[in-house]
Every structure is written in C-alpha cells, then in structure tokens.
C-alpha cells in the first residue's frame, strides 16, 4: 500500500513551495554545462526531486544501512589482493581499453611500491527491492565519484517540510517516518580525518573534477563540512589542469601550483570521456604515484568494477575475503544473479539471455549510468557479440533484472512537474578509513533515494532519468 499518496491537486500546492525550498538551501545544481570554470553563484536551477518521500519497509532500510559497514570491509581487503584484481579483470582487459588503462596503472603502482597507505573510501552500495524474491538486491557499489551525498541530506528535509504542510489536509501522514540524513556532514567529515590523518595541515584537499559539470553544488556541500569541521582548504582543477600543473617531488609530494596536496578526491575519471587524451591518463598515473590519499586509489576503484561484483558473487569467493560467516552471510543475502560472459561454461547463460531478454540486464563495465542494456537489446547486443567471434563478450557481465513495487511519484524537474508510475532505488553511503594496520572509521553515513518512472529502464540523476528522493519508513 503507498502511504504517501496524495491526490494531484495536493502536489500541485507543493511546487511553488518546494521550488523555494531548494533555491533558499542550496538544492540546486548548476542550469547547463559550459566548459571552462563557471563561478558558482551564476546559472542555478534546482535539482530534481520527488515532491514527496516514497515508501520503503523499514526493516529493509535498516538492513542496507548495516551492509554499509561490510562493504566497506569487503572493497578494503579485495582491493589489497592484487593478484585477484589482475586475473579477475585479464580477460575483461582484452575487450575493454578503460579497463585495460586502469589496469596499466595499476600494475606500474604496484611495480614502484605503493607510497602511501592510508586508505580512504567514500562509497555508496546501490539496491533495489525485488517483489518476485520480496528481498534487498544490489544492484551496484559505487568505489568512485559516489554522487548526491550533499543534495540527497537535503531531500529527507525538503521531504520533512513538504510533509508538515500537507498533513493539515491528509492526516495519516507523519514527517518524523522521514529518516534523518546525514550523508552530507559525514563525507565532509571523514575527508577532514583523512586530511588531519595526512599530517600536514598546510597541505590541501583537491577535488578533482570534470571541465563541464553541473553537479559542483552536491560537491560544495561535502567541502563547506569539510571546512567547517577540520579546516582543511580546498583546491578543485581537472585532469587536464592538473596534467599541466600537477608537479611530484621526488620524495611523491604532489603539488599543484605550488599547493601541498593531503587527499585526493575523484568526482572524475571514472568514464572514458573523462581521458579526451594521453594528457588526462598522464594526469591519472602521476596523481596515483604520489603520497597524497587518494579516493579511490586505483586498487579501490578496480574493487568497484561489474566484472569484480560478479565475481565475488560466485560461490566461495566472497568467503575467501570474508572469513566472518556471518558477515559473509549477510553480504551474499543482497546479491542478485550475476554471471560473467568470458569463459566455457557460459553457454547456457547467453542462451537463456536471448530467450528471455526481459530477466536480464547486460553491463558493461562502466560508471556514471546510461550504459546498460535492456529488454529486446540485450538479445540484439548478445547476438552482434556473438557473431563477431565472441571475443567482446568479455566485457560484459549480466545481471539478473530486479522487478521493484511501482507507485505514483510527482517528479519535479526544470520547475515542470508530473505524476508517473515510478520505482525507486536506495543509495547506502559509507565511509571508510585505514592507516596501515589500524582502521580509523568504518560506518554506514546516510542514504540517497532516486526515482524514476518505471517505463524508462535506465536510471540515474546526473543522466537526467531520475530524481532525487527520500525515504517514508513503513
Ligand atoms: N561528476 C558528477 C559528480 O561528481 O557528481 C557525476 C558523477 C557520477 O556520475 N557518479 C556516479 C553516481 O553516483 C557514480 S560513478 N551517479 C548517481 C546518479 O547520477 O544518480
């Protein structure tokens, strides 16, 4: 039953309200991407956002918040394993150049000797409930560029406010089952232990970042906490700014115009389109070599790929890095059916894929959303691979599809709204921080919904499929 529903003349009385809301607390992004540094303050809309909060069971909410931790452990310690990284991913390699090119960096690292290691993860583990199982699926770890930490905290009070207003006229409603979100002051603040951790307060925070984002706004969010809390200054500059300004001493401080830099944090790289050229791989490589903490390192950000995921996902694999049973247990509870393409016994897979296209989705390896394959075009894609030898198979994992409950959401993008039967995924943002032998921080720090109408396969904000939500515990 959808709790929160509300008639279309009561959503309409939340917009003006709501568009407010967001100009006067910052839920805002930027209105277009121009390529060059736009001063912040110029050329603001609001961001995406549901006009009120969307079911979610709270015993399922609470489960995916207690994963936040063990994924947290599970991406450390496969990230250490760089054996397991390198034959994981060696057939994906030969299909796929990103991968290789991560790869590539990864084995020059591992040749020098890593210089620094502390290590610093801010991820967000994706899910989805799937009515045909009535479980908590996965759908997703983000080890790179986890977004909407700073917006999404936003959303739960925007949701809160737009809640008290309607339950003067629709009684049952009640904004304290709207969960407290403190995604925000946690990533902020866990940057700021990494930095003091560092141990050079003259040293900076750099964000590095794309030349034409529109994003910036969830970003200042993370480095206003960030300087409130620790008082670590900040530097933003993109790969190619930082091929040409980025300079290593040979003891591996990184500098950048001549600031020390303490922590490295990626809101970049994470996409082909992010390396235009040699220059911004360059860049990568000589960011990684440097002392500065990284998140991710490139171990972490190979931790988070598809082809990694479907591999923990067989069985005993999981378990070699987990030797916890019951940890083991509840991190494999969330998994969903996974199989890789490149290898003998996957005939039967790819078959069945072509059969019942609508049980699948294929993915490539490939962050920041918009790149799977759905329905009809996953039988279209398997066939061309097919066809042309087999050998791009490996580039590919599938997945099986999650169906989640659908409900009437009121959408609100670009001040425009609309009601749409929607479905809904939940973000778990954790936080992760090791020196060494000794481990710093390691807990769950918030959520993040984003809806989308069901008719559209693909989801996220920053591709402009879904909006920003929250959850109303049931
Ligand atoms: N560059 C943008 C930013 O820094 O916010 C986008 C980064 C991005 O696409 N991040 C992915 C994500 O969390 C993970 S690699 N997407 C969530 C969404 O767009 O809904």
Known sequence: ?????????VAATLVSKALTWASLNGLVIGDRSIEGSVNPGVGIVHAPVALLPSPFPEALFQQALNLGSHF????????????????????TRTADPFTDKLLDIHSKIRAEGIVQNIQLGMHRSDYMRDMVTGKLLQVEI?????SFAGLGSLVSQLHRYSLLDVIKRVEHLDPGKVPENNAAVAFGDVLGLAWKEFG???????????????????????????????GANVIRRTLSELYSQAHLSSNGTLSVDGHPVAVIYYRSGYAPTDYPSEREWHAR????????????????????????????AKPNVLE?????KNAAKIIREC??????????????????????????????????????????????????LLRDGG??????????????PTYTSYLLRGGEWSAEQAVSELGIFSAYLRNGEREITNKDCGYLLRTKASKVDEGGVATGFAVLDSVYLL
Not at 320 to 324: A, H, L, P
């Open 320 to 324: 070699r890095f987990v030797q916890d």
């Open 200 to 230: 050079n307060t003259s040293a900076a925070v750099l964000v590095v970042v794309q030349p034409n984002e529109r994003n910036m706004y969830d970003q200042f969010w993370l480095e206003k906490y960030l300087h409130e809390l620790h």
């Open 1 to 9: 039953r959808a709790q929160v529903s509300v008639s279309k003349d």
């Open 142 to 146: 983000n080890t790179i560029s986890s």
């Open 72 to 91: 947290n452990t599970l991406v450390d310690r496969v990230s250490s394993d760089s054996d397991f990284l390198e034959q994981t991913l060696a057939k």
């Open 285 to 312: 490589l000589l960011l990684e070599r440097s002392s500065a903490i990284k998140c991710p390192s490139i171990s972490y950000h190979l931790a988070g790929t598809k082809k990694v995921q479907q591999e923990l």
């Open 391 to 404: 050998a791009g198979l490996s580039a590919y994992i599938l997945m099986q599809r999650i169906f989640p």
């Open 335 to 384: 998994f969903a059916g996974l199989w890789g393409l490149d290898s003998e016994e996957c005939h039967d897979i790819i078959n069945k894929a072509i059969q019942q296209p609508e049980l699948f989705v294929l993915k490539p390896q490939r962050e920041g959303g918009g790149n799977n394959i759905y329905g009809s075009a996953v039988k279209a894609k398997l066939e061309e």
